[in-house]
């Protein structure tokens, strides 16, 4: 569910920008945005401020539009399930498409092969193997730290682009504070970089996602 496009850019590239990001939030590395420089943090630059992100912090709702969407038909907000099982469903399938294009500010080419009348729902893309991911990794397995739950819409808030990328310490400093602090796993487990990146970290999750 986290598609993070923009005009020209490949998909790909963007998703290893933002993992490339994280692991330097986890692993106290420094990278440029470009992936040429993997060197350690200097003692410079780890004493040099972050500049705050301008990226907007986790949303503490669910978009009331998207809550209903998924209501009508059925879906618990709080406990939606598993994807596969939903989507088995017409109207289920319905609601959480939609869902997804008022979530993520998009249509359905945003995810489906194709363009105006002539897409194929049926053919795999990588963004459909990303959001069906996501979907495990994120909607289905983490919640609110305090309890509640979370959406595509509690990150991207009704836009497809929503991270400010003008600086990798930034941006990893967004995701530990709003995906690592303010969320925890429903199974009760212990939450970190881990939860999603495994031990020892991983890197371009995303990009495997997408494969």
Request: aromatic share 4%.
């Amino acid at each position: 569910m986290s598609i993070f496009t923009r005009p020209g850019t490949s998909l790909p590239l963007l998703l290893a920008v933002v993992i490339s990001a994280t692991a330097a939030a986890c692993s106290g590395e420094s990278t440029t945005t470009k992936g040429t420089d993997t060197s350690p943090t200097s003692p410079t630059d780890a004493a040099t401020p972050v500049t705050p992100s301008k990226t907007p912090p986790l949303s503490t709702t669910i978009d009331a539009k998207v809550a209903s969407t998924l209501q009508g038909a059925g879906i618990d907000v709080n406990n939606p399930g598993d994807l596969e099982t939903l989507l088995r469903s017409q109207s289920k399938l319905k609601a959480v498409m939609a869902s997804f294009t008022i979530a993520l500010g998009t249509n359905c080419a945003g995810c489906h092969a194709g363009s105006g009348s002539a897409l194929d729902y049926k053919a795999e893309t990588p963004n459909k193997k990303i959001a069906k991911s996501m979907w495990d990794d994120y909607v289905a397995k983490l919640q609110k730290k305090e309890g509640g739950a979370i959406y595509c819409d509690s990150c991207h808030q009704g836009k497809l682009e929503f991270l400010d990328r003008a600086d990798d310490r930034s941006l990893g400093a967004w995701m530990k504070e709003n995906l690592v602090d303010k969320l925890s796993r429903k199974d009760g487990a212990a939450h970190a970089c881990a939860t999603c990146h495994g031990e020892p970290f991983k890197g371009g999750i995303l990009e495997a996602f997408g494969k």
